[in-house]
């Protein structure tokens, strides 16, 4: 069974900072997903990558999918309040195997 | 066009008290899934569907919860009779085509069992 780790569990920053969650296993991935999740809300999805080395922004978002494809990362430039929530990674492994969701990394953006 | 909807969103019961906890997917969806959130546990998938047949209910924790999908427009998890430590956010997500595909997840139904 994979197994997706995602560090920091909890990261708590001023506004205008920059932050990198990480998404790792020891799985190869056919394709990993990020998704945020707001208080109060279900986890929506921001972006799949697919491809090794494989690079997508979405505005202050920076995604990275590892060239092996077993790990992710998630950069946010000048975070803002906004951005505050629960962020997941989920894979799909080569297998074909069904989505599975890491434990998460809460972000906490203050003003 | 509407999401996935849930109901109830919230729903304090006692322990032993049966509890039926409702989902509508997104028109069109093939594939809809049961998860519970805690946070000691993070999100865990209870029970897939696929065209209506349950294809994975591994992660159901035991007898006392079940799931049924009568029809494409209409699932729902039962707890009977239920603990408190049932207490959780549980959603509903559905999918176009299948456990690889792009998840849509209702806004939760977040059940407290005293």
């Known amino acids: 069974t994979q197994l997706l780790e995602q560090s920091p569990q909890f990261l708590s920053i001023q506004e205008g900072e920059n932050l990198t969650v990480y998404c790792n296993s020891s799985s190869v991935f056919s394709s990993l997903q990020w998704y945020r999740q707001e208080p109060g809300e279900g986890p929506v999805l921001l972006v799949t990558v697919v491809t090794g080395g494989e690079v997508k922004k979405l505005k202050r978002l920076t995604f990275q999918f590892g060239d092996a494809r077993k790990d992710s990362s998630l950069h946010i430039t000048a975070a803002q309040p906004g951005d505050t929530g629960l962020y997941l990674c989920a894979g799909v492994d080569n297998a074909g195997n069904m989505l599975t969701f890491g434990g998460g990394t809460r972000l906490m953006v203050k003003p | 066009d509407a999401g996935v909807i849930q109901s109830p969103r919230h729903e304090v019961t006692e322990m032993g008290q049966e509890v039926t906890l409702r989902c509508k997917p997104i028109s069109g969806h093939n594939s809809l899934f049961w998860y519970r959130q805690t946070m000691m546990r993070g999100l865990e998938l209870l029970i897939y569907f696929n065209n209506n047949v349950p294809i994975d209910d591994s992660g159901m924790p035991e007898d006392r919860f079940s799931a049924k999908m009568p029809n494409a427009s209409f699932s729902t998890l039962k707890i009977q009779p239920s603990e408190p430590r049932d207490s959780a956010v549980y959603f509903c997500?559905?999918?176009?085509?299948?456990?690889?595909?792009?998840?849509?997840f209702g806004p939760g139904t977040r059940l407290t069992v005293l």
């Open positions: 997500a559905s999918s176009f085509l299948d456990s690889t595909d792009t998840q849509y």
